[in-house]
């Protein structure tokens, strides 16, 4: 049975001290109740706090990613964080090729390339992102799009490492809008995408992989959507800054 995964993109929000609260929070109502063994948490605040958050994952049932990693291995790279810096405070996941990364920093499918190759020789698994924007998917592209950032981005992986990743799809134009892809729209890319990873790597290594819905899931949808055959979890923006909503959707399978 595949790995199902709950992780949470704080992206740039809370202090220290909220910080502090929020983990601890998830600490709490995670040992209230037992989680599904299958079921995996994931937290991945700013860099600041993953030492704490590593620090409170030792006693409970959460791992730590961060959120970017450098695409260059050290030195005079201002602002940047490497993953043998990540890994030598013991994170187990990053984020990358975030649309915001995409948008903002302009990262392209070639710089996710080096970013996964980073993290992989590290030993950090990578929790890849892809998904179209709203002009992409009303000009009926996304098929083409997502198909585009995993060759690109991910197709030049030996089978062994690509057992590693896991996917997330983020519909853009439902990051942080309201607004939901239909648990249908997700499960059409999720099946397309396991067909294009198995058609390159073959059925097994497919069968394995994490499929991650992003966008817009809430305890209210996420039941619904993570009841979708190739969807294998969700990567949460907005409901994982409140522990009870984040833990409610990791209860949803
Ligand atoms: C995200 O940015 O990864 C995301 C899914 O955000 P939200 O849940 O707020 O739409």
Known sequence: MRKHIVAGNWKMNNTFEEADELISNIVDALEEKELDRNTQVIICPP?????????????????????????????????????????????????????????????????????????????????????????????????????????????????????????????????????????????EIHAFIRNLIAEKYGKEVAEEISILYGGSCKPSNAKEIFSKTDVDGGLIGGACLKAEDFIAIAFSF
């Open 47 to 187: 860099f600041p706090y993953l030492e704490m958050a590593t620090d409170y994952s030792k006693d409970s049932y959460f791992l730590v990613g961060a959120q970017d990693v450098s695409t260059e291995d050290k030195g005079a790279y201002t602002g940047e964080v490497s993953a043998a810096m990540l890994k030598s405070i013991e994170l187990e996941y990053c984020i990358v090729g975030h649309s915001e990364r995409r948008q903002y920093h302009n990262e392209s499918n070639a710089m996710v390339a080096k970013k996964v190759d980073q993290l992989l020789k590290n030993e950090i698994r990578p929790i890849v992102c892809c998904g179209e924007r709203l002009e992409e998917r009303e000009a009926d592209k996304q098929f083409e799009v997502v198909k585009q950032q995993i060759e690109e981005g991910l197709f030049h992986l030996t089978a062994e490492q690509f057992k590693e990743l896991v996917i997330a799809y983020e519909p853009v134009w439902a990051i942080g809008t309201g607004k939901t892809a239909t648990p249908e729209q997700a499960q």
